[in-house]
């Protein structure tokens, strides 16, 4: 299979057991279960799930079986998404072309479906933890990168910043924690589970997160929210600390190139896992167009 057929296995894979998953979810009232069900069906390239399943096949792993693990994942990128767009956070009305949670059942209720999300994406990792002590290991994994040394740090820092300059330093902080851990938590997860390249794996990760950041800045310079499903421009408007504002656009893409070479090479560093379609989805961040 060519990329896009991998890519689009692993995705329909992991869609259709979100869908079962979530016509399972039962909580009552029954407009949180709907709140958490809205924002988890709402599309989305699904990225985290798919970079699981992949690592997890390039160590030598099967990727059918983990898909409780995805979800948890998953689980937590979507809470990530819910609380980033509140009035009190990034603001925005719109995400994947739809309304944003909080637009869709009020602020109280948005805010309590993220956290309905991040609980149970832990009650999830922490029934697989039945499994033995990889498992185990892989939970804390999850857990330290969303949590106040991962992402919670780096949304943290980005507040900060907002409006109030920062520089390169700041800026690498930001890459790593705000959205380098939780890419490279699948990763390492992955890793983990193959009992092999944990190091290797989360330089790799981190690599892949810092582009995947770099490109979501480049983006909202120049994308469109017809293709993006989101506001665009906002970053400028709100005074952010981007990779546009501190290298300005060409600085900017100049950066992005450096870190698909650097997610390459460190790929290139796990001897005898099979990279090709990991190599792949690193040119894929790199030119994504949403």
């Not at 300059?165 to 851990?181: I, N, P």
């Not at 995947?212 to 709100?238: C, H, M, P, W, Y």
């Amino acid at each position: 299979m060519n990329f896009s057929e991998q890519y689009e296995l692993y995705h329909a894979h992991f869609e259709e057991y979100l869908q079962n998953r979530c016509a399972g979810m039962a909580f009552k009232p029954d407009i949180l279960t709907e709140s958490m069900r809205y924002s988890l069906l709402s599309g989305g390239k699904r990225v985290r799930p798919v970079l699981f399943f992949a690592s997890l096949e390039a160590f030598g792993q099967a990727y059918r079986g983990e898909e409780a693990l995805a979800f948890a994942i998953e689980c937590i990128h979507t809470y990530s998404l819910i609380h980033d767009d509140l009035p009190a956070m990034d603001n925005d009305d719109f995400r994947r072309g739809k309304p944003s949670s909080h637009k869709a059942f009020g602020e109280a209720n948005a805010i309590l479906a993220g956290d309905a999300l991040l609980s149970y994406a832990f009650d999830i990792a922490l029934g697989e933890c039945m499994r033995g002590e990889r498992y185990i290991r892989a939970a804390q994994a999850l857990s330290a990168a969303a949590g106040a040394a991962g992402m919670v740090a780096g949304q943290s820092l980005d507040l900060l910043c907002t409006g109030k300059g920062g520089g390169e330093r700041e800026l690498l902080q930001l890459w790593r924690d705000k959205t380098g851990r939780l890419i490279a938590a699948p990763v390492v997860m992955a890793a983990l589970l193959a009992g092999k390249y944990a190091d290797e794996a989360e330089q790799f990760g981190l690599a892949l997160g810092t582009l995947f950041q770099i490109t979501d800045d480049i983006l909202d310079a120049v994308g469109s929210r017809n293709t993006l499903g989101k506001s665009v421009g906002k970053d400028a408007r709100e005074q952010k600390l981007t990779a546009v504002s501190v290298y300005g656009l060409e600085g900017a893409e100049k950066q992005a190139d450096r870190y698909a070479c650097k997610c390459k090479e460190l790929l290139h560093t796990m001897a005898g896992a099979d990279i090709a379609f990991l190599e792949k989805l690193v040119e894929y961040v790199r030119r994504r167009d949403r």
